[in-house]
């Protein structure tokens, strides 16, 4: 029994040795927790303390004030200014293609040839026909001459057998016959003046049939209405072609000068009518992709009624097109400036932000922070805006960079980001 109270003695010991280094060994754990803890804290703020004094890089613009046009724009579609489909007005046989599928012509260059040969034997023909007529009517003239020169000596006998008759010297047998040659004279006369006139009209017919014939035998060769640009072929040499036959031969499109046609809502009628009336209105045309390629042009037709369907206005414009930039059946971008407004404040499109209340820019102060201010937008240009209230000119706005900024930050102004450049006034 002792010795058992002996060992459960130092067991008890052992036990309360061990509890002793447990506490010990945890209260060193729970000391070096709080301190790194601590740590943590110090740095957290420390690091967000360093964020918000880090300065925002951004690109800048100045506010300017200048003037602006006042423009209406739409979408427009190229029309050629003149287009003439080329068709055959004979028919026989195409033996010459003078020219090649997309080639610019001018005004009376050789386009097609159709086989001559049987509208010059149908020419030849015409003449011959003239050539006998107009003998027939010389034989004509000839028989009236003599007939009229008969005729006045069997009047003349016919005078004196009348007065010898009446003295009883002639019988009246011989009388009546010298008579009666003398009227069929007369007749005679007309029947050759009735021939010369019929050998006239033949005449005259056959100088129309030869002008037909010269005529038909000129639409053999097809020459170029106008100067344009020819399209595709569509008969080709060797093919049977027949008049006025469809399709065409061939398109021509007349490229310079060139329309564009385009419409606009109709409440801005009455302002185009009142700036039309003052003078020529610029019109900008600027095919797709090629914002650098402006044609300018000016508006020369405003159509007589308003769609109802679309309540638009048709309008058309004219372009010179000297660099050919405009193509038939393009649709471009058209600027139609009605006039210019002075004094505009204005700021590129890139500054102006859009949140839940509404548009917004921010503004650069002189201690280098920024201000989010509320603005009112006006008419838009190509790459700029106008401001109508909110900005005044020579303030400094944010144009990139904006995504980082939060009202009060400060920023760090950069002459380019990411290949933005500031805008210099």
């Not at 309360?16 to 070096?32: D, H, I, K, N």
């Not at 690091?47 to 004030?65: F, G, H, N, R």
Request: with cysteine; proline share 4%; glycine share 6%.
């Amino acid at each position: 029994m002792r010795f058992l109270f002996i060992v459960m003695l130092g067991l008890r010991r052992r036990w309360q040795g061990t509890r002793l280094r447990v506490g010990v060994y945890a209260s060193l754990l729970a000391s070096s927790v709080s301190f790194l803890a601590c740590s943590g804290n110090r740095a957290s703020a420390t690091t967000e303390q360093a964020v918000l004094k880090e300065a925002v890089p951004v690109a800048v613009s100045t506010v300017i004030q200048k003037t602006v046009p006042i423009e209406v724009r739409a979408i427009g579609n190229v029309e050629a200014y003149s287009t003439v489909s080329v068709k055959a007005l004979v028919s026989g046989e195409l033996i010459k293609v003078y020219f090649k599928e997309g080639q610019e012509v001018r005004k009376g260059d050789l386009l097609f040839q159709i086989d001559p040969r049987p509208f010059e034997a149908e020419l030849r023909r015409a003449e011959g026909n003239l050539a006998k007529d107009t003998a027939q009517a010389k034989q004509a003239e000839a028989n009236l001459a003599r007939d009229m020169a008969q005729a006045k000596n069997a009047e003349m006998q016919a005078r004196r057998y009348a007065d010898l008759f009446k003295e009883g010297v002639v019988a009246r047998e011989i009388f009546d016959q010298i008579r009666t040659n003398s009227d069929a004279l007369d007749a005679t006369i007309q029947a050759d003046k009735a021939s010369l006139e019929y050998s006239s009209a033949a005449i005259r017919s056959d100088k129309a049939a030869i002008e037909n014939a010269k005529l038909q035998l000129g639409y053999c060769t097809i020459r170029s209405p106008m100067d344009g640009r020819t399209g595709n072929l569509i008969v080709h040499q060797g093919n049977i072609v027949k008049a006025n036959d469809s399709p065409p031969l061939v398109i021509i499109n007349q490229i310079q000068p060139m329309y564009a046609t385009f419409s606009v809502p109709e409440q801005y009628l009455s302002e185009i009518k009142k700036h039309m009336a003052a003078g020529k209105l610029a019109v900008a045309a600027t095919p797709p992709k090629e914002e650098t390629n402006a044609v300018q042009g000016v508006l020369t037709f405003i159509d007589n009624t308003v769609d109802n369907t679309t309540g638009t206005i048709r309008l058309k414009g004219t372009f010179a097109n000297r660099e050919k930039h405009l193509w038939p059946g393009q649709f471009v971008n058209v600027v139609l400036t009605l006039s210019t407004q002075p004094n505009t404040v204005v700021v590129p499109s890139r500054a102006v932000q859009t949140g839940q209340t509404g548009q917004y820019v921010f503004v650069v102060k002189p201690d280098l922070t920024v201000e989010s201010r509320p603005v009112v937008i006006g008419t838009s240009l190509s790459s700029e805006v106008v401001i109508e209230r909110g900005l005044k000119p020579g303030e400094t706005v944010v144009i990139d960079g904006q995504l980082r900024l939060t009202p009060g930050a400060k920023v760090e102004v950069k002459k380019s980001l990411e290949g933005t450049q500031e805008r210099r006034s």
